[in-house]
């Protein structure tokens, strides 16, 4: 008799955009000339860039003739690829990452989600509250999360980020093992400064901490104090697995790559303290369960680097910041409190009169025909607030914010 994994039954079955969609479609049933205009959405909407473009059609061709045919690539990714990310992404910001520390993949979210397949099941997790949903479902599913009961996991600490302590979470009131960051941050938009991020470093430092440290919104930090990597922290390597995706920085959203640092200096425990490199034990994980990134993909990321490839993205990512300049700068005129959206495309509405997200998510879609997303379906801290993506096209985004000035002014 074939067993499952029961613990997949524990995860909710409904899922926070279905909801949302659901409720879209309800609206559209009863106010079918009304023109929605969708803020809600976390992926982006301008196309690839030329240089990535050129890249990818040159990668295609080269697969077409015996010469320059690539079958599997290397486990780990290109050189062309490995060696390109570490000179831009981290030697020009004075961190040392060797070519062994990089692992290339199919986008952050496989490995964010698959990297708790090298770390015992008896781990602790901690997560900041409102979360990216990936670090806590992925644990639900390998059984370290316990129980749900009233919107929280009874084995997962909750770190809460609130316009109380400004989005910068404290220290952990129980112990963990594991914990998430991800800054800046989906969904509050928020970052954090070297100092608020070399608290953390020091903390996993002293308890022998593994920090999972999400970056996909790195391109978008405008602040020259924030961190772009948590190896700008001293001591960092020791402690912190980065993930970065072109998915944010450069639209792969469809086309899909984006790598993780596995340092090896970085450590875990057999149960009888015995230290064990982490960067061997991924090495082999990926090298079973995964056979690369394509050719062609990996071809077109090498492009975002290039001189052209740089600009062609700089612009893009401009134009969602502008976008979430706009965004803020109506939201505030309108006497709403924002937080995010200045190193991050998102943005973070607290609601107004202390009405609950998704009474206020009916509301604007109901009078103003604009869909958000309800702050408490990234976590029981995100209750009483919405978050609004940049990531619109320009006009839809003046348009929204028109709208919303005509109806709270
Ligand atoms: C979008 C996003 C990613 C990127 O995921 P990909 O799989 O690379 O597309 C990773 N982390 C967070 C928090 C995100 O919002």
Redo the contacts with the bound molecule.
């Keep these: 008799m074939a067993l499952i994994n029961e613990h997949f039954l524990k995860l909710q079955n409904s899922y926070l955009f279905s909801d949302i969609a659901k409720k879209v479609n309800a609206f559209k049933v009863t106010h079918p000339k009304e023109r929605i205009i969708s803020l809600g959405i ?2 982006v909407t301008q196309p690839l860039v030329p240089a990535v473009i050129d890249a990818m059609h040159k990668a295609v061709d080269d697969l077409g003739s015996k010469e320059t045919f690539h079958g599997y690539g290397p486990d780990q990714g290109y050189s062309f690829l490995i060696d390109t990310i570490i000179r831009n992404d981290f030697t020009s910001r004075g961190i040392t990452i060797e070519s062994g520390e990089v692992f290339i ?6 490995d ?1 989600g698959n990297i708790g397949d090298i770390l015992g099941y008896d781990n602790s997790i901690g997560v900041t509250d409102p979360v ?1 949903p ?1 670090y806590i479902d992925s644990n639900v599913m390998a059984g370290r999360a316990g129980t749900l009961n009233k919107g929280k996991w009874s084995d997962v600490v909750y770190i809460p980020c609130t316009e109380e302590n400004n989005f910068v979470p404290d220290l952990p009131s129980r112990k963990v093992d594991i914990l998430y960051l ?1 800054y800046p ?2 969904p509050t938009g928020t970052t954090l400064s070297q100092k608020e991020l070399k608290k953390w470093v020091d903390y996993a430092l002293e308890n022998n901490i593994i920090i999972m440290y ?1 970056a ?2 790195e391109a978008y930090i405008r602040n020259p104090d924030i961190p772009h990597s948590i190896y700008e922290i001293k001591g960092a390597k020791k402690v912190a697995i980065e ?1 970065r ?4 920085t450069a639209g ?2 469809g086309v ?3 790598y993780t640092i596995v340092p090896k200096e970085l450590n875990g425990f057999t149960s009888n303290s015995r230290r064990i490199s982490l960067n061997q034990l991924w090495n082999r994980r990926q090298a079973t369960k995964f056979n690369g990134t394509s050719y062609i993909t990996q071809r077109g990321a090498e492009a975002v680097y290039s001189p052209e490839g740089k600009e062609q993205i700089k612009a893009s990512v401009d134009y969602y910041m502008t976008n979430a300049r706009i965004m803020r700068e109506g939201l505030l005129e309108c006497g709403l409190k924002v937080y995010g959206g200045e190193d991050a495309p998102y943005i973070w509405l607290k609601t107004p009169n202390h009405i609950n997200s998704w009474k206020f998510f009916e509301k604007l879609l109901y009078e103003t025909y604009i869909v958000g997303t309800p702050g408490v379906g990234f976590g029981p801290s995100g209750e009483g607030y919405l978050r609004l993506t940049a990531f619109g096209d320009r006009n839809d985004t003046l348009e929204a914010m028109t709208r919303l000035r005509q109806w709270l002014i």
């Design positions: 976390g992926d993949n199919d986008g952050a979210k496989s964010t990216y990936v991800c941050n989906n999400d996909a919104y993930f995706s072109f998915s944010k792969f959203t899909r790559c984006g």
